[in-house]
């Protein structure tokens, strides 16, 4: 869904909290290309259908940029929301090489748990778009980033780890 649906979908449950990331403009300018292309959003709901945590990325052809990982407060915080939320991302980036700044260290020691490693600045893709290049180059010199990760594949797609296990018995 999109990022303003996010946000009306916790406000009419009472919920404040979740700024999209043109309020939130953490790194950049609140006009860069990571706060304003489009997010694709993946919202998570309790069994009483509370919304309690999101995640999203904004693709940009054959690369992503990760739009922000929010967990509700209190019912949604430090339950475990944090690895199922990823693994919707992770699942649904396929096999862009998604770029993230972080502020939260918990996140990124997480996120790195998973397979996401540094950022590269001396050596970004070369058909990475150039104003991709400037703000990835620009979030990392912010004295609130806390780290800057990426990862490119994915390796937990169902279908890809049974295609490998029959490829190799075979
Ligand atoms: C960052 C945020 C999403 C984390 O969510 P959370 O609800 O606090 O964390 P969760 O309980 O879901 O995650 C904890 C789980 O993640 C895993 N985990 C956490 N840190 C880990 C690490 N360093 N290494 C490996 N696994 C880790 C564990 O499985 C852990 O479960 P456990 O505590 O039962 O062992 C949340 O604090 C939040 O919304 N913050 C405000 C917005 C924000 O800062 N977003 C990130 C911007 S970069």
């Known amino acids: 869904m999109p990022e303003h649906q996010v946000v009306e979908t916790f406000r009419e449950d009472g919920y404040t909290q979740f700024e999209k990331r043109s309020d939130r403009g953490t790194f950049l300018p609140y006009d860069s290309l990571w ?3 489009p997010a694709r959003m993946f919202m998570a ?8 945590g999101v ?3 904004a693709p940009l052809g054959k690369f992503a940029m990760g739009a922000g990982i929010h967990t509700r407060r209190p019912e949604g915080r430090g339950v475990g929301l944090m690895p ?9 980036k396929g096999n862009a090489k998604l770029f993230i700044n972080f502020a939260s260290r918990k996140a990124a020691d997480y996120y ?8 590269d600045l001396e050596n970004l ?7 991709m290049k400037r703000e990835l180059i620009q979030a990392s010199q912010h ?3 806390v780290e800057q990760l990426q990862k490119t ?3 937990n797609v169902p279908q890809w780890v049974d295609t490998l296990k029959k490829g190799m018995s075979e």
């Open 45 to 52: 709901f309790n069994p009483e259908n509370k919304p309690i």
């Open 125 to 131: 893709p070369e058909d990475l778009p150039e104003q």
């Open 143 to 145: 004295p609130k980033l």
């Open 112 to 119: 790195r748990s998973v397979g996401f490693n540094d950022v």
């Open 55 to 57: 995640i999203g990325f």
């Open 35 to 37: 706060y304003t292309e």
């Open 153 to 155: 594949m994915m390796y």
């Open 84 to 92: 199922i939320l990823v693994e919707k991302l992770l699942q649904e």
